[in-house]
């Protein structure tokens, strides 16, 4: 199990492979579950993959102690033999990011209770981030209020023009109701961002342990 705090002060990696069918997911989570665990790699905390509901996406949220942990990782002939491979029948979004806002309790990711998992992407230009981060972190007292809500953090993308929101939900059913409430609302950032939302379950973690 592995915890979404700010306090941790995490290099927060959104790794968003793409699919054209099942049978791709199944080989990025194989792939990746034939790797050894996290603590042979140095710098890495977890990482946590996520089967899109779509049949065509995999999402890692991967955790690093730091960019150069990260970095290192990256320049590994290993790590790109498996990514090179990988992307002769997928494509890969990466975004790295900071957490900065987090609900109480915070998310919790553990196969012993995969919640259905939202992952807000939203992009916005640098100098609207802020007001974006800010908004969502007000969300806290509408989401408190919201049955079926579990938990959530905002992240910030350190390219200043991303916003991540990786919420946990008891089920699929409670998100679509509060996004059918949430549209019927204007909304505060109307015109500053365009966004995708990857709906899927956590199904493999390569953890310490």
Known sequence: MSLIRVEDG???LFNIFHTDEAQGQDRLID??????????????????FHRGIDGRSVINYAQWESQ?????FIAERGTQGRLNEALTFSR????????????????QLSLAQPWFTVV?????????????IKS????????????????????????????????QW????????????????PSPLEG????????SRLEYIRGRS
């Open 10 to 12: 995490y290099l927060a």
């Open 31 to 48: 792939t990746w579950r034939s790797l050894p665990p996290a603590h042979t790699q140095p710098g890495l905390v977890a990482g946590n």
């Open 68 to 72: 150069d942990a990260y970095d290192a």
């Open 92 to 107: 890969l979004d990466s975004i790295t990011s900071e957490v900065v806002h987090a609900w109480d309790p915070p998310p």
């Open 120 to 132: 807000l992407v939203i992009k916005v230009e640098p100098e609207n981030q802020g007001k974006v």
């Open 136 to 167: 969502l972190a007000d969300n806290d007292s509408l989401l408190g209020a919201t049955p079926g809500h579990v938990s959530h953090a905002v992240h910030r993308g350190l390219s200043g023009d991303y916003v991540i929101e990786y919420g």
């Open 170 to 185: 008891a089920d699929e059913e409670s998100f679509r109701a509060f996004l059918g409430r949430l549209q019927e609302q």
């Open 192 to 199: 500053l961002v365009t966004y995708e939302a990857y709906l």
